[in-house]
């Protein structure tokens, strides 16, 4: 069986790498939801939830390239301190989004900071990791007019808004 296009699906999952340190989890949280058919979770983690019924559980196992690429080197710029607003504190691990020529969002993490240099990073946080998701399938469901109009969920797990 697979889940048609425009379903709301909620899942609870933990998401580990492959050396097992837990990444991201929804345990104690809002299990997540998302409408079907919309690219709005990892391609390869939608394929196999489509094969899940409700109430099972999974482990799947994504590759990197698969997941949010390899890691490119490339990715990894210098830039002057002054090209950051003079009273932010920077720290590593602080993420900023640029805007590209095209005025594309172009997120990135702040990887060192020296004295008159900043390194950023625009690799994706979990590029270059396999993933390994521990998935349940909680519910498939309609979704209402207000979501469909909007294309996405909404209510636990999904947008708040
Ligand atoms: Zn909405």
């Not at 999952?13 to 929804?26: E, P, R, S």
């Amino acid at each position: 069986m697979s889940i048609e296009q425009n379903k709301v699906v909620t899942f609870e999952y933990t998401l580990k790498d492959d050396a097992g340190n837990i990444l991201d989890t929804t345990e104690g949280a809002s299990p997540f939801s998302f409408l079907s058919g919309k690219g709005q979770i990892l391609p390869k983690l939608e394929d196999e939830i489509n094969k899940m019924i409700i109430g099972s559980k999974k482990q799947v196992k994504i590759a990197a390239t698969d997941a949010y690429g390899e890691y490119n080197e490339q990715a990894v710029q210098q830039v002057d301190r002054s090209s950051f607003p003079a009273d932010t504190e920077l720290q590593p691990g602080m993420q900023f989004v640029a805007n590209s020529p095209e005025g594309k969002q172009m997120p990135f993490i702040v990887s060192e900071v020296m004295d008159n240099n900043v390194k950023i990073d625009f690799n994706h946080p979990l590029a270059g990791k396999n993933l390994e998701f521990d998935v349940k399938l909680v519910d498939i469901r309609e979704p209402t007019p207000e979501e469909l109009a909007h294309g996405h969920s909404h209510g636990k797990g999904g947008h708040q808004h």
